[in-house]
Structures are given as C-alpha cells and as structure tokens.
C-alpha cells in the first residue's frame, strides 16, 4: 500500500520543525519522525497543531506513510549518526527511492554515501541548508548536490520552500554530483566566519580605539547597512550594540569573549591547506575563535605581557569611520575572493561542473552571509565565465585600488595601538602578495634544495626544468 506523503522529515530539533512547518505551508504533505518519541507527539500537539503533518513511531509506520518514489530528508548530527540512521532505513527502501542529508555533514563522507547507496540502487542527496531557525521557517537558501538522478523528483519542493529574491527567484539549485552541496555550504561557512571576525575587528577597533560606546557603534553599522557593506550580518550587529541588559547596561558588554564553533570553518580552513589554496582570511577566522576561547590563559598573559595601550585613532573619528568602512569592504571583497579560489579549486579536482555566478545567486537571500554585494559577484562570472580570481574582475580591481590606502591606515593603527585584526591583515597581506610579481620564495627553494636536494626551477629556463647546487662545493 503507497502512502499519501510527500516526503518524510526525521530529526524534529528546532531546524527541522521549521523546515517541516515551511514545507506544509507550501502545500507539501509531510511525515515526521524522531528517535524520541514525546518529541513527535510534542510537536504535533503544539508547532504543528492544525497543519497536515503526519506522525510516525517507528522508521517501518514513516515510510509507509511516504508516495514513490519515497523521499525521506533528515536532520540529525553530522558523523555516524547519519550512517547509522542509512542503514535502519535500507531494508525498508525500494529501488529509486531517495535520502536527503540537510546536516552539514563533510562533502567527503557525502561522497561515500552517495557512491555506496548507488550501489544499493538508492539515490543520496546531501544539501547545505542556511538561514538558521528563521531562514528553516520562512525560507533557507539551499545548496544540493549528490545523485544528478534525484534532484528532477525534488527540485520543485525544496525551490518551493527556499529563500526568493525580489525577481521571484528561488535561492535552491543544484550544485553538482557527489558531495558538491556539503562542499559550497561549507565553502558558505567558511566565509561566514569571515565576514563575523572582520565586523568583530571594526567592532573592536570603534570600541577601544575610537572610544565609542555600543550604541553608537550600532549606529555606524546601521549607516554602513545602507550602502556597499549591506548584509545581514551587518544588520543583526546594530541590532545586538543596541540591546540593553535588565539592568539597563549594554548586553554585548556582559558577554564572555569565547567564540564557540562547530567544524565547518575549520573544515574550511582544512580543505585549503589539502587543495594548496591560501585561504588565509578564513583561516585566521577560525584561529581567532580558538584564541578567544583560550580566555584564562588570556587573562593571565594580560596582566604579564607588556603592549601599547589602545589611545585615540590620531585622526578625527570621522575620518577614521571612513577609512576603516573602506577597510571593512575591502577585506570583505577578498574574503569571498579567497573562498572563490578554494571553490574554483575544489571544482578542477573533483569534476563537479560547478556553477561559480550561480552559487552567489543561492546566497543572496536567506542565507547568514545573504548581502547585495552576492549580485556583484554573480555579475563578475556573468562577465567572464572563467575568471581566475575575484580580485583581477574590473569593478572589484578598482574597488580594492580605490580602498587600499584607507586598508592600510586602518590596520596600521590597529598594530600601533596593539588591538588585534588578525582577518584584516591577513587579507591585506595576501592582496599584496598576490598582486606582486615576484615574492622572496626563490630564497625558500634555495634553502630548501640547500639542505633537502629539493632542486629549484630558474627564471631564465623554461618551467618544468629542475636545478640542484651542491651550496657547500662549486658544483651545479
């Protein structure tokens, strides 16, 4: 007997009960599951009182409740929890029936399944969702990828259920075979990192160099929400500086400094090193997390190691807010640029075809890294489909030019004055490093060969052709 459903939904925490109350509000018929019972029965009787969801008790009572070919999502912690869930399911399952993963599960072990369920005759789907409680709710942006075969039998549920911008057009398409949908999410993670720790240091150097206080910080980043850096990670900053405590004091000040994270970031910041990308922003993202949860050590070292103390910025705090919004957008642009790099990479290495303009047009709408510079993005490829690098685009080359001297005040005021901006200066270290012609490596290579035999390749020989000096004899 075939049920009446139309896709099943396991794991009912506070993501996967949005999406399930998103997709009834489309018109989708939805069956719902979780290990613990109660939080089936909690959820009907309460969020889900009144919709057309449907409650199982057991994995066998939810795929009957499903139509063919059964389309069964799940929601549950990355790991082996998602293969164990995989192998309760197959006995249960038909040929051509399909399994989606919306976890953040790691693109590699995506790959594995989506080849070993094809071997079973199942279709696996694994597909980064982002937005958060809200974005599940009212609309996520959605990145799939896995089985090209299964994504006809659901692109017009999961683009129902996505993010839309103001053409109508859905933030869900698919990103390619294997584990390209967990990869582009994390890629997306990546670069949300980013983007935190660069508003944290403009935060920071308003706050301890400029001395101002949260709410007018608040306000600059209310006025910054309305030009070039507008996003809603800029948005929900002013929001947070403007929020006050019982006590009538700023919350963010009651606040411990100890970043938590969960992986993906540093999956990131992996994936670079492993493909021989220099994701140097995002990577000092996630150190300065680890840093900030090093917070008793820190307070031990504050009050040993000896700095400048943070004074005034030297300059107007007008003219400083300038500089450092040119700064932050700067940064900015580079962020996403390397996070391009680590794509277009990921893409050679794995043949995944994919869709470069396109993925920025998933993220510009409910998704956390969502901003109107994503349309900027989505233009530069629409220009020049094989655009090696964000950075040599004619509009962002002449932005980053344009905002390269305020980039260099703002950090060079931050390392006088000893505050931290270890995602700013990294990026402006990498922009003159990739801008410049020749960087001191050939030094490297000579020590290298020097004491390893490692050869060198000359500038006056052509590329492939290899040289060892014996440095401690006369001989080449």
């Given at each position: 007997?075939?049920?009446?459903?139309?896709?099943?939904?396991?794991?009912?925490?506070?993501?996967?009960?949005?999406?399930?109350?998103?997709?009834?509000?489309?018109?989708?018929?939805?069956?719902?599951?979780?290990?613990?019972?109660?939080?089936?029965?909690?959820?009907?009787?309460?969020p889900a009182r009144g919709t057309h969801v449907a409650g199982a008790t057991s994995l066998e009572e939810l795929v009957g409740l499903l139509n063919r070919p059964r389309k069964i999502m799940f929601m549950v912690r990355a790991g082996t929890a998602v293969d164990e869930l995989i192998e309760k399911l197959l006995p249960l399952l038909d040929d051509g029936d399909i399994l989606i993963d919306g976890g953040n599960s790691h693109f590699q072990d995506t790959e594995r399944r989506v080849a070993a369920l094809r071997q079973r005759g199942i279709h696996f789907l694994g597909m980064g969702v982002s937005g958060g409680e809200e974005g599940a709710r009212h609309g996520p942006?959605?990145?799939?990828?896995?089985?090209?075969?299964?994504?006809?039998?659901?692109?017009?549920?999961?683009?129902?259920?996505?993010?839309?911008?103001?053409?109508?057009?859905?933030?869900?398409?698919?990103?390619?075979?294997?584990?390209?949908?967990?990869?582009?999410?994390?890629?997306?993670?990546?670069?949300?990192?980013?983007?935190?720790?660069?508003?944290?240091?403009?935060?920071?150097?308003?706050?301890?160099?400029?001395?101002?206080?949260?709410?007018?910080?608040?306000?600059?980043?209310?006025?910054?929400?309305?030009?070039?850096?507008?996003?809603?990670?800029?948005?929900?900053?002013?929001?947070?500086?403007?929020?006050?405590?019982?006590?009538?004091?700023?919350?963010?000040?009651?606040?411990?400094?100890?970043?938590?994270?969960?992986?993906?970031?540093?999956?990131?910041?992996?994936?670079?090193?492993?493909?021989?990308?220099?994701?140097?922003?995002?990577?000092?993202?996630?150190?300065?997390?680890?840093?900030?949860?090093?917070?008793?050590?820190?307070?031990?070292?504050?009050?040993?190691?000896?700095?400048?103390?943070?004074?005034?910025?030297?300059?107007?705090?007008?003219?400083?807010?300038?500089?450092?919004?040119?700064?932050?957008?700067?940064?900015?642009?580079?962020?996403?640029?390397?996070?391009?790099?680590?794509?277009?990479?990921?893409?050679?290495?794995?043949?995944?075809?994919?869709?470069?303009?396109?993925?920025?047009?998933?993220?510009?709408?409910?998704?956390?890294?969502?901003?109107?510079?994503?349309?900027?993005?989505?233009?530069?490829?629409?220009?020049?489909?094989?655009?090696?690098?964000?950075?040599?685009?004619?509009?962002?080359?002449?932005?980053?030019?344009?905002?390269?001297?305020?980039?260099?005040?703002?950090?060079?005021?931050?390392?006088?004055?000893?505050?931290?901006?270890?995602?700013?200066?990294?990026?402006?270290?990498?922009?003159?490093?990739?801008?410049?012609?020749?960087?001191?490596?050939?030094?490297?290579?000579?020590?290298?060969?020097?004491?390893?035999?490692?050869?060198?390749?000359?500038?006056?020989?052509?590329?492939?052709?290899?040289?060892?000096?014996?440095?401690?004899?006369?001989?080449?």
């Amino acid at each position: 007997m075939q049920g009446t459903a139309d896709i099943a939904l396991i794991g009912l925490a506070v993501m996967g009960q949005n999406l399930v109350l998103n997709m009834n509000d489309r018109g989708f018929q939805v069956a719902v599951y979780n290990r613990t019972p109660s939080k089936v029965t909690d959820f009907l009787e309460g969020p889900a009182r009144g919709t057309h969801v449907a409650g199982a008790t057991s994995l066998e009572e939810l795929v009957g409740l499903l139509n063919r070919p059964r389309k069964i999502m799940f929601m549950v912690r990355a790991g082996t929890a998602v293969d164990e869930l995989i192998e309760k399911l197959l006995p249960l399952l038909d040929d051509g029936d399909i399994l989606i993963d919306g976890g953040n599960s790691h693109f590699q072990d995506t790959e594995r399944r989506v080849a070993a369920l094809r071997q079973r005759g199942i279709h696996f789907l694994g597909m980064g969702v982002s937005g958060g409680e809200e974005g599940a709710r009212h609309g996520p942006s959605l990145m799939p990828g896995g089985s090209p075969e299964a994504w006809p039998a659901v692109q017009d549920l999961f683009q129902a259920i996505a993010a839309r911008v103001s053409d109508g057009s859905p933030c869900c398409d698919w990103m390619g075979d294997g584990g390209a949908g967990h990869f582009v999410k994390m890629v997306h993670n990546g670069i949300e990192y980013g983007d935190m720790q660069l508003i944290a240091e403009a935060y920071d150097l308003m706050r301890n160099l400029a001395g101002m206080a949260p709410d007018a910080i608040g306000e600059v980043f209310q006025g910054w929400n309305q030009g070039p850096l507008k996003s809603y990670l800029v948005e929900i900053t002013a929001e947070i500086l403007h929020r006050r405590d019982a006590d009538g004091s700023f919350l963010i000040d009651a606040i411990l400094d100890a970043a938590g994270q969960k992986g993906t970031g540093k999956w990131t910041a992996i994936n670079a090193l492993e493909l021989g990308i220099p994701l140097t922003l995002i990577a000092e993202a996630v150190w300065a997390r680890s840093l900030s949860a090093l917070h008793e050590e820190r307070q031990h070292a504050s009050r040993l190691l000896q700095g400048p103390k943070p004074g005034g910025p030297g300059v107007s705090v007008d003219e400083f807010l300038e500089d450092l919004q040119k700064a932050l957008y700067a940064s900015k642009i580079l962020s996403y640029a390397q996070g391009y790099m680590l794509l277009r990479s990921a893409d050679r290495e794995f043949n995944w075809n994919l869709n470069l303009g396109g993925i920025a047009l998933v993220w510009r709408a409910g998704c956390i890294i969502r901003s109107a510079f994503l349309d900027r993005i989505h233009a530069a490829f629409t220009r020049q489909a094989d655009l090696e690098n964000l950075l040599v685009d004619s509009d962002f080359r002449e932005e980053v030019g344009a905002a390269q001297g305020a980039w260099r005040r703002t950090v060079g005021r931050a390392v006088q004055a000893g505050i931290p901006v270890p995602a700013m200066a990294s990026g402006l270290a990498f922009y003159d490093g990739y801008r410049r012609e020749r960087l001191p490596a050939n030094l490297i290579q000579a020590q290298r060969d020097y004491f390893g035999a490692h050869t060198y390749e000359r500038v006056d020989r052509p590329r492939g052709q290899f040289f060892h000096t014996d440095w401690a004899g006369t001989t080449t």
